[in-house]
């Protein structure tokens, strides 16, 4: 993934066009070229993703100079469907199956791949829609573009046999094909639910049960827009965002999220703790009032503070010099301003961007604090499947590198229906007011809500 190397991360040469054919396993055969004249503009290369394929994957790194979209499936990583437990285990597969590939890459592009896992660690998605993605997965894809540095690449991923022959990959996972869209599981979809909800976690946080709690719900609401067309939409309006989207039986999961899991080159990582929301302001006045109010809040530096503690502990054991800013800065997005915490540090030998990953998540950010007890607290109280909301995904380089970030601010498309369910979550602590919280989860709703309905981009401030 940093562009300039497809050895692994041990420095192991992944095309090997001696290796002797053995046990019968699958060959990755991988070619990446340029494709000439290409436009390399994100909007151009996200029009190329297909929601009717068997399996599709978009990413686009806001922060970064990449865009991908692959589609069907090559491979897929043996137990990746488990979730992010398993995807150490799974990796190890990948690096296996690497060992032995005939690559020939270009540009620094080559064979990567596209990964996406639950939320919940403990629990698989059940719900008719959520099944057709399994417990995640570490995909590779049968044809990929990229767009990086101005140029566009086209990577072929082929399995063959000891005979030469076409492999069939029978890991994809299986999924139902059932078209109704079920709302079973919405959570607290009412402002009286959501008032109990919150009314609980407050009861649990005076109790000591918990320190934070990060509580979800969801919305339905019908469109009628091309599913490639909303991902285009979100990548436009959130260009700072990690834009992704995941294609699996004729449903789409997609989103913009501002948050960064982990970001691994070499020995270098990086991470993000992103906690404490307000609104952008109508102008720069009010946009700036707004912004010194949430860096003054004692609530919100209090949630953002257990964020920071949380993820620095979480990288011990596979880090060292780990650096956090002294003091929270402020990002502003298009719809709303957050409390940021850039982390850097370098990676201990031994250890990859999936260690990181699995002691990371899920961080305080999206689930609460303690971490277990605050999973087992939602299990118990929260009717959601969340899915792959507030999930990791993103992209694992054959070189060993990778970014995964959380998959908020999304929604879960299903055509077929035309019903797409949003959703969204808010950390609560001492003092949480459910009113406030529901506003909180109402704005983080419009990011997808502005894409579904194709609202047009809105100047001045608060359309940065």
Not at 373 to 380: E, M, Y
């Amino acid at each position: 993934m940093n562009g300039h190397s497809f050895t692994g991360p041990r420095g192991t040469l992944l095309a090997a066009r001696d290796r002797p054919d053995k046990d019968h396993r699958p060959v990755l055969v991988s070619r990446t070229v340029a494709i000439a004249d290409a436009d390399p503009a994100p909007d151009a290369i996200l029009a190329r993703l297909d929601a009717q394929a068997p399996f599709a994957f978009a990413w686009r790194d806001g922060p970064g100079d990449r865009t991908v979209v692959g589609l069907d499936r090559a491979w897929t990583a043996p137990g990746s469907g488990a979730g992010l437990p398993a995807w150490p285990q799974a990796e190890a597969a990948w690096q296996a199956l690497l060992a032995e590939a005939d690559v020939e890459a270009a540009g620094g592009v080559g064979p990567a791949l596209c990964a996406y896992a639950p939320f919940d660690p403990g629990r698989t998605p059940v719900g008719r829609v959520w099944s057709r993605f399994g417990g995640g997965g570490m995909v590779l894809p049968r044809v990929v573009f990229t767009s990086v540095g101005g140029v566009v690449y086209r990577t072929e991923n082929r399995l063959v046999g000891a005979d030469g022959e076409p492999w069939c990959d029978e890991a994809a996972p299986a999924y139902d094909l059932g078209r109704a869209y079920t709302a079973a599981g919405a959570g607290a979809g009412d402002p009286d639910a959501w008032r109990a909800l919150v009314g609980a976690a407050a009861e649990a946080i005076a109790a000591g049960d918990l320190a934070k709690v990060v509580a979800a719900r969801s919305r339905d609401v019908r469109f009628g827009a091309d599913p490639v067309a909303i991902v285009r939409r979100l990548a436009r309006r959130q260009p700072d965002a990690f834009t992704y989207a995941v294609v699996a039986g004729g449903a789409t999961f997609c989103g913009a999220t501002p948050e960064l899991l982990v970001r691994v080159d070499g020995e270098r990582v990086e991470s993000l703790c992103l906690a404490g929301t307000t609104a952008r302001g109508g102008g720069r006045g009010e946009d700036a009032r707004l912004g010194r109010d949430l860096r003054a809040s004692v609530k919100e530096r209090s949630e953002h503070a257990l964020v920071r503690e949380a993820v620095v502990a979480s990288l011990a054991r596979t880090c060292e010099a780990v650096t956090i800013a002294a003091e929270p800065s402020l990002r502003a997005l298009r719809d709303l301003q957050h409390l940021a915490s850039p982390v850097s540090a370098r990676l201990r030998p031994g250890f990859g961007v999936l260690d990181v990953a699995c002691d990371l998540h899920p961080t305080p950010a999206v689930a609460g604090a303690p971490r277990q007890a605050a999973l087992d607290w939602l299990r118990a109280r929260e009717d959601l499947d969340r899915g792959l909301f507030g999930g990791p995904v993103g992209l694992l380089g054959a070189d060993g590198d990778g970014t995964l970030a959380i998959a908020l601010r999304c929604g879960l498309l299903d055509p077929d229906a035309g019903v797409a369910r949003l959703f969204a979550g808010c950390g609560l602590v001492a003092g949480s007011d459910a009113d406030r919280e529901w506003q909180e989860t109402e704005l983080k709703m419009r990011v997808m809500q502005a894409a579904l309905d194709g609202e047009r981009d809105r100047e001045g401030v608060g359309g940065a």
